[in-house]
């Protein structure tokens, strides 16, 4: 009987995968479960591992490389959270970008660990606006193609697609997704829930709790295609002290820092993949900010507010857009400038980093479990 289970939530940028992994770390907790997080960046610094470790969850980081291309990182991270918390579920979130998971991590760690992981169905979660985009169904800003060609690979990939952030669309348009859905990718099943208002959840968490890692051979893939998809995205990370000698709202500094921000990317045609960012207090790592922008054309959203002002914090930036990454970075750095003005702040840039995601080379790739 392997110890534990191994469930991946994937899914493109913004779709919702970490607010899905805490929820169901939370129902698991909240059953006598033991859990160990696992989150994945192309660099440090990263708001998804300052969410979970704000809800108090033993959480392990892996940067630098995709599970994919760092399986065994992924091994050391299990064994890290094995060591201190001896999980029973692992909840692992790979970057959204990524794609090729089932044969690159799924069907390897079936494989090569199945003595010791059951793995889940891999879930893949859909933005309803974004995936009503490229699906044609609603008009609006597509990512360019080669970007499309990885969001639709990870769609063809799923074991289970899960339509998250459903309270954002009408039920109209939900069973119109699901048809155009259930016709391009025939072998998935398909949900739909809102992780954020806790809606809809029991049949995902009945499904990778329950449910197995189907056997398929994996889609074909054009790496070549696929890496080039992925470099058109930029990517910025950055870790920011701000402090003033009186007491400012965190929560009007993240807004005012996400709306500059939309506004240049929006002005130079950048299509926001996702913004986010966290504003930890010093001394004060329970309480937590948070504020994410998932598209060019919808309004900042406030996923966590501070309880109250402060005079210092750490401040966290991982912006993924279409757009050269330099650009990122000078715009997040000039909206820092103006609302440091604007709130008579001082601010320093403890750890930046921009990038295009370097080309995808697997540590394995295996065609069945
Ligand atoms: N309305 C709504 N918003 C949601 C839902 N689930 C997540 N969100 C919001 O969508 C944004 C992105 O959520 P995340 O969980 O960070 O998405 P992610 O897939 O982990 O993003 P990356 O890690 O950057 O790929 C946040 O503002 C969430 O609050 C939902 O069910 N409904
Ligand atoms: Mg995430």
């Not at 990182?73 to 692992?90: H, I, K, Q, W």
């Not at 210092?312 to 912006?319: D, K, T, V």
Request: aromatic share 6%; charged share 25%.
């Amino acid at each position: 009987m392997p110890d534990a289970r191994y469930i991946m939530i994937g899914g493109f940028l913004g779709a919702g995968k970490t607010t899905a992994m805490l929820r169901l770390a939370e129902k698991l907790v909240a059953d006598g479960k033991r859990v160990g997080l696992i989150t994945n960046d192309q660099s440090s610094g990263l708001v998804d591992t300052a969410l979970a470790r704000a809800s108090g969850l033993p959480v392990e980081e892996i940067t630098g490389g995709c599970f994919c291309c760092r399986f065994q990182s992924l091994m050391d991270a299990a064994g890290n959270l094995t060591r201190d918390t001896a999980p029973e579920v692992f909840l692992a979130e790979p970057v959204g970008s990524c794609t090729d998971l089932r044969a690159s991590v799924a069907y390897p760690l079936r494989r090569l660990y199945g003595d010791r992981f059951s793995v889940a169905p891999m879930s893949v979660l859909v933005d309803p606006i974004r995936g009503a985009r490229i699906l044609g169904i609603e008009p609006g800003k597509v990512f360019a193609p080669k970007v499309v060609y990885v969001y639709r690979k990870q769609l063809e990939e799923a074991d289970v697609i899960v339509i998250n952030k459903s309270d954002l669309v009408s039920s109209r348009r939900l069973e119109q997704l699901k048809d155009a859905l259930a016709i391009e990718f025939p072998r998935a099943e398909i949900l739909s829930m809102s992780a954020l208002q806790s809606q809809g959840l029991d049949p995902w968490f009945e499904r990778v709790l329950g449910g197995s890692l189907a056997s398929f051979p994996p889609p074909d893939l054009d790496y070549d295609t696929y890496a080039e998809g992925e470099a058109m995205l930029g990517w910025f990370n950055a870790t920011v002290h701000v402090a003033s000698p009186d007491p400012f709202s965190g929560n009007r500094l993240l807004e005012t820092l996400a709306s500059g921000i939309q506004r240049s990317l929006e002005a130079d045609g950048a299509e926001i993949a996702h913004l986010k960012m966290t504003l930890t207090p010093d001394g004060d790592p329970g309480d937590i900010g948070a504020i994410n922008l998932v598209r060019g054309d919808s309004a900042p959203f406030m996923a966590h507010s501070l309880s109250g002002d402060l005079e210092g914090g750490e401040l966290i930036i991982n912006l993924r857009a279409e757009g050269d990454p330099g650009m990122l970075q000078e715009t997040v750095t000039r909206a820092l400038h103006e609302a440091g003005k604007e709130e008579k702040l001082e601010w320093t840039i403890e750890h930046s980093e921009n990038f295009r995601p370097a080309r995808p080379v697997p540590t394995y790739r295996m065609a069945e479990a």
